[in-house]
Antibody, heavy 123, light 107 residues
C-alpha cells in the first residue's frame, strides 16, 4: 500500500490557480511534518514548502512565497498545496513527502514519497 | 542561502566498482545532510540521513560520511540495481536545498 498519493495536477494557463492534494495512509499523519518537493522535466529536485505536524508553522522556498500555500487537514489525513498566479517555471512533477521526524523538524529529511502529480503551466 | 555543489555530474562505472559522490556546502551545515537515489519515472528514495545514518532497508554497500561543509556518499561495490541518479540534500535554518544530481551510468 502506497502511503502517499497525490492528485490535482493538470494543464493550466499562466496566472491561473491549481490545488494539489496528497492523501496519506498507513502511518500517524498528525505526528509528522509534511513537505512538497517538485522536479521540472529533466531537471533536479527542488523543495517547495513544509508544514508542521499540527499546521502551526509553514515554510516556503523564496520563488513561491506569496503565491503558494501549504495546508493540511489532520482529520482527513490530507495535505494540500494551493498554487496561485502560476508561471511557466512552475511546470514540474510535484511530490508530497513525509518528514522523518515526529512533532518537529529535528530530522528534516524525506522518508516517504508519493508517486508525484504533473503540473504543466502553458497557454 | 546556502549553495550546494555536487560532483561529479555523471560517472561511468562497472559492476563491482567503488563509486564516490561529493557534496560541498557554501557554509557549515553540521551533519544536516541526506542522500537519495532516484530512478527514471520514480520518486526519490532516502538512503542516508544525518550524514552517515543508513536508512532502514538500504543495503550496507551504501555509506555516508562528512560534516561541516564536505560530505560523501560511497557505494562500495556497485550493483546492477544501483544505476540511477543520486542527490544530496541539506537543511539549514529552515531552508532545504538539493544538489544538482549525479547520474551513475553503466560503463
Amino acid at each position: 500500500q502506497v502511503p502517499l498519493v497525490e492528485s490535482g495536477g493538470g494543464v493550466v494557463q499562466p496566472g491561473r490557480s491549481l490545488r494539489l492534494t496528497c492523501a496519506a495512509s498507513g502511518f500517524t499523519f498528525n505526528s509528522h511534518g509534511m513537505h512538497w518537493v517538485r522536479q521540472a522535466p529533466g531537471k533536479g529536485l527542488e523543495w517547495v514548502a513544509a508544514i508542521w505536524y499540527d499546521g502551526s508553522k509553514k515554510y516556503y522556498v523564496d520563488s513561491v512565497k506569496g503565491r503558494f500555500t501549504i495546508s493540511r487537514d489532520n482529520s482527513k489525513n490530507t495535505l494540500f498545496l494551493q498554487m496561485n498566479s502560476l508561471r511557466a517555471e512552475d511546470t514540474a512533477v510535484y511530490y508530497c513527502a513525509r518528514d522523518t521526524g515526529e512533532y518537529d523538524f529535528s530530522n528534516p529529511f524525506f522518508d516517504y514519497w508519493g508517486q508525484g502529480t504533473l503540473v504543466t503551466v502553458s497557454s | 542561502d546556502i549553495q550546494m555543489t555536487q560532483s561529479p555530474s555523471s560517472v561511468s562505472a562497472s559492476v563491482g566498482d567503488r563509486v564516490t559522490i561529493t557534496c560541498r556546502a557554501s557554509q557549515s551545515i553540521n551533519n544536516w545532510m541526506a542522500w537519495y537515489q532516484q530512478k527514471p519515472g520514480k520518486a526519490p528514495k532516502l538512503l542516508i540521513y544525518k550524514a552517515s545514518n543508513l536508512e532502514s532497508g538500504v543495503p550496507s554497500r551504501f555509506s555516508g560520511s562528512g560534516s561541516g561543509t564536505e560530505f560523501t556518499l560511497t557505494i562500495s561495490s556497485l550493483q546492477p540495481d544501483d544505476f540511477a541518479t543520486y542527490y544530496c540534500q541539506q537543511f539549514y535554518i529552515f531552508s532545504l536545498t538539493f544538489g544538482q544530481g549525479t547520474k551513475v551510468e553503466i560503463k
